[in-house]
């Protein structure tokens, strides 16, 4: 007796389902009522009880539920503040060492460029 594909897939659903709805459900019965011999489906269920133990399903942050929504959704940026305040604590901290380094970097140019300036004036001055 061969099995045919939408029979198989019916079978297999209701396997899935029924270890879904309750952990001891009596697989052999729902095997029976398709009229499926055992030994074609018993690797089957055992693959979909070991992926019933193994899989566990994991709950999102409401941070990553509240951006994805905003994503989807389209909601438009806000500016630059709030875009780094959503980028992850090294990046943040990376781009606070990148701008005081740079205003330091813009200071100290501009501190020589003055003190140049001045040892230009004075001997002008003392002539």
Do not use: C, W
């Amino acid at each position: 007796m061969t099995v045919k594909d939408g029979q198989l897939q019916d079978l297999l659903a209701a396997v899935t389902d029924a270890l879904l709805a309750d952990e001891s459900a009596d697989l052999d019965t729902i095997v029976a009522q398709y009229h499926v011999p055992h030994n074609d489906v018993a690797g089957l269920v055992a693959i979909i009880r070991r992926l019933h133990l193994v899989l566990v399903g994991a709950q999102p942050s409401h941070r990553f539920v509240r951006r994805l929504k905003s994503d989807l959704m389209g909601a438009p940026q806000r500016g630059m503040v709030s875009r780094i305040r959503h980028l992850p604590p090294r990046v943040q901290i990376a781009a606070g060492v990148a701008l005081v380094a740079g205003f330091m970097l813009l200071s100290r140019r501009r501190m020589l460029d003055d003190a140049r300036h001045e040892a230009q004036e004075i001997p002008l001055l003392q002539q």
